[in-house]
């Protein structure tokens, strides 16, 4: 500790024990092991789905609206039992896209999905595995991705002959289409990793999807939730005045 005396102020300054060069030689290795442990192939943050904090949910109560209404998307809410009514919606989503996927089968996307199941898995914060053995994972994923593929796109005007009526045209009601939109592209934690969809969209095959040799069918976004922050960041005019993601028509 050194003194300054100036007049009738004394100044203390702190003197550190090592020099600069250990601090920057310190931050150094913290910041590669935090780039080790926190990335993988591509600069891409392995954890992006996330639970809200148990004490912040706790001190703002119903301030904080965070659980899904109609759909569980992912792990963090599977099995609540208010939501099971739209399980059946999921494995109609798995038939249509079947239908548009000529000569893919079921196990098709199944060991698709297994070949990156550990990089899905890393995607979430808190997983339990005793919870979310191989198999039951799997069919989550696959049955989350399809029915936010049947959201995004109106595949039952293309089954030939009809299926079924997609959830477009049987849960867009006013009421329904805003609590869904909700559950889908707002909640932390009601969210799958954008690489499910594009595994899906590249074994499929299917015409009326993107192309997937152009690239990721979100872009840069980790998940839907991403994709909506990332189109508020790029222009929040037009985001506020009604021209973002609320509807599955604009996602690309």
């Given amino acids: 500790m050194m003194e300054l005396q100036e007049e009738n102020t004394t100044i203390q300054i702190q003197e550190d024990a090592a020099p600069i060069s250990d601090w920057v030689a310190d931050i150094t290795n913290d910041y590669d092991d935090y780039v080790s442990l926190g990335t993988r192939g591509g600069g891409q943050s392995v954890k992006c789905i996330f639970k809200w904090p148990h004490d912040l949910v706790q001190l703002l109560g119903k301030g904080i609206d965070h659980e899904p209404k109609l759909v569980a998307i992912g792990p963090y809410h599977h099995g609540r039992r208010d939501l099971q009514p739209m399980e059946d919606h999921k494995k109609k989503a798995l038939f249509r896209v079947l239908s548009l996927s000529p000569g893919v089968k079921v196990s098709s996307f ?23 053995p191989s198999d039951s994972f799997i069919k989550m994923m696959l049955l989350d991705g399809c029915f936010l593929l049947d959201m995004l796109f109106p595949l039952d005007a293309f089954v030939e002959p009809p299926l079924d009526q997609s959830i477009n045209n ?7 289409e805003n609590v869904l939109v909700r559950d889908v592209f707002y909640l932390l934690e009601n969210q799958i990793p954008g690489l499910v969809l594009d595994v899906l969209v590249k074994v499929g095959n299917c015409k009326y999807f993107p192309d997937p040799s152009k690239g990721p069918l979100l872009h840069e976004a980790l998940h839907l939730l991403d994709y909506v922050r990332r189109r508020f960041m790029l222009d929040p005019k037009a985001f506020i005045d009604g021209e973002s993601c609320d509807s599955p028509s604009n996602v690309p």
């Fill in 170 to 176: 049987q849960l867009f009601d006013t009421y329904r």
């Fill in 110 to 132: 199944v060991e698709a999905l297994k070949q990156r199941e550990q990089e899905l898995r890393d995607q979430y914060d808190e997983l339990d595995t005793r919870n979310w």
